[in-house]
């Protein structure tokens, strides 16, 4: 078990609707990452958040935003829904905001989003 | 871009057989990591090396980092049923960057009979 919690599990949805995902970082980790996973593209990074600041920004959508609140959780929302966003969605969180030995990172185990 | 090619996508073999799996970019990597994923699990760190040529040991997993640092590969000494698994390795920038900035690979599919 990372410690990291992701809901929902699995999300079924129809196309131009919106969603919500819900990560839960582990308990002392400041920092959330969230990555999405489709066969064809691998794991893809999306975007990072630090103490409640965005800190990176990878291949993110403008439909996609995210957000990380004052007790560190975070959540990716995904508007006007397309075919091709479905996909395992993943968080992970670390101690800090870089690469460092001593701040690793760990994953959650992800949504998996079908859209319909 | 930087790109990790991920080699072979799949291998099958049977427990007790020794395997190699490769990582490579034409792009240098201040350091890389390889995961294991589980179906319906997220991926979980396995090694991290920083140093070209550097040479790390789990168990009967060895990992080696080129000496450019633009590849890398993971040995299975002994491979049995539970190292099934999709074997990811991913690159890191700047050290001191943001985690964010790690590049994954496509991953290799692994699975070991009994």
């Known amino acids: 078990d990372s410690g990291v919690t992701q809901t929902p599990k699995h999300l079924i949805t129809a196309t131009g609707q919106r969603v919500t995902l819900r990560c839960s970082p582990r308990?002392?980790?400041?920092?959330v990452y969230w990555y999405q996973q489709s066969l064809d593209q691998g794991l893809q990074f999306l975007i990072q958040?630090?103490?409640?600041?965005?800190?990176a920004k990878g291949n993110i959508l403008e439909r996609f935003s995210a957000q990380q609140f004052p007790d560190l959780h975070s959540e990716l929302n995904l508007s006007s829904l397309e075919l091709g966003d479905s996909a395992l969605y993943f968080c992970?969180?670390?101690?800090?905001?870089?690469?460092?030995?001593?701040?690793?990172?760990?994953f959650g185990n992800g949504t998996r989003l079908t859209v319909t | 871009t930087q790109l990790l090619e991920q080699s072979p996508q799949f291998l099958s073999i049977q427990e007790g057989e020794n395997l190699t799996v490769y990582c490579n970019s034409s792009s240098v990597f201040s350091s890389l990591q390889w995961y294991r994923q589980e179906p319906g699990e997220g991926p979980v760190l396995l090694v991290t090396v920083v140093t070209g040529g550097e040479v790390k040991k789990l168990k009967r997993l060895t990992f080696q980092f080129g000496d450019a640092r633009k590849d890398s590969s993971l040995h299975i000494t002994a491979a049995q049923p539970g190292d099934t698994g999709l074997y990811l390795c991913?690159?890191?920038?700047?050290?001191?960057?943001?985690?964010?900035?790690?590049?994954f690979g496509k991953g290799t599919k692994l699975s070991v009979k009994p």
């Open positions: 991913a690159g890191g920038g700047i050290y001191g960057g943001s985690q964010g900035n790690l590049i």
């Open positions: 958040y630090y103490n409640g600041e965005e800190r």
């Open positions: 992970a969180s670390s101690v800090t905001g870089g690469l460092s030995y001593n701040s690793p990172l760990h």
């Open positions: 308990s002392g980790d400041l920092s």
